[in-house]
């Protein structure tokens, strides 16, 4: 079973690029704090993980991310072995995401990218935005459910 789990801040704006066929791809990498501190009484250790997103998940991270923003990944561990330009043969392992979540509150989110839309907040887990909907916002009171 191939299956990670890692949830951190952004160390950059994602960036998002298009395959030559049109397939949409974005990266980012993710400043993930480790469970324990060193014995020792120093600071936990951070390791910087790259993401990568494809599709749709690619373009709800490059448009609702910054740089400085929780999020939460869920993918699979990819091992890429390729070429520098000296010819030296290298290795590398990124998370190739199937879903990103949100993990900070919509109001620091709004703090930190504008007022967002409330038809196009996917907060909450959602890993792609709805490209049309028929829901609307019910202004209810909701006091009476039993959860």
Same mark, same amino acid.
């Given at each position: 079973?191939?299956?990670?789990?890692?949830?951190?801040?952004?160390?950059?704006?994602?960036?998002?690029?298009?395959?030559?066929?049109?397939?949409?791809?974005?990266?980012?990498?993710?400043?993930?704090?480790?469970?324990?501190?060193?014995?020792?009484?120093?600071?936990?250790?951070?390791?910087?993980?790259? *993401?990568?997103?494809?599709?749709?998940?690619?373009?709800?991270?490059?448009?609702?991310?910054?740089?400085?923003?929780? =999020?939460? *990944?869920?993918?699979?561990?990819?091992?890429?072995?390729?070429?520098?330009?000296?010819?030296?043969?290298?290795?590398? =392992?990124?998370? *190739?995401?199937?879903?990103?979540?949100?993990?900070?509150?919509?109001?620091?989110?709004?703090? =930190?990218?504008?007022? *967002?839309?409330?038809?196009?907040?996917?907060?909450?887990?959602?890993?792609?935005?709805?490209?049309?909907?028929?829901?609307?916002?019910?202004?209810?009171?909701?006091?009476?459910?039993?959860?």
């Amino acid at each position: 079973m191939n299956q990670i789990v890692i949830m951190g801040r952004l160390t950059r704006d994602p960036e998002l690029r298009q395959t030559p066929s049109g397939v949409s791809v974005a990266s980012f990498s993710l400043a993930v704090d480790r469970g324990y501190a060193p014995k020792d009484g120093g600071e936990r250790q951070t390791d910087f993980i790259d *993401v990568v997103a494809w599709r749709n998940t690619a373009e709800f991270v490059s448009r609702y991310f910054t740089k400085g923003q929780m =999020a939460a *990944v869920t993918g699979r561990l990819q091992i890429r072995d390729w070429t520098d330009k000296e010819n030296n043969k290298r290795r590398s =392992a990124e998370v *190739v995401a199937e879903n990103v979540y949100f993990t900070e509150s919509k109001k620091s989110r709004e703090a =930190a990218v504008g007022t *967002v839309d409330p038809k196009e907040d996917f907060g909450g887990g959602y890993n792609t935005p709805v490209e049309s909907s028929d829901f609307t916002e019910l202004d209810m009171d909701d006091g009476d459910l039993p959860f």
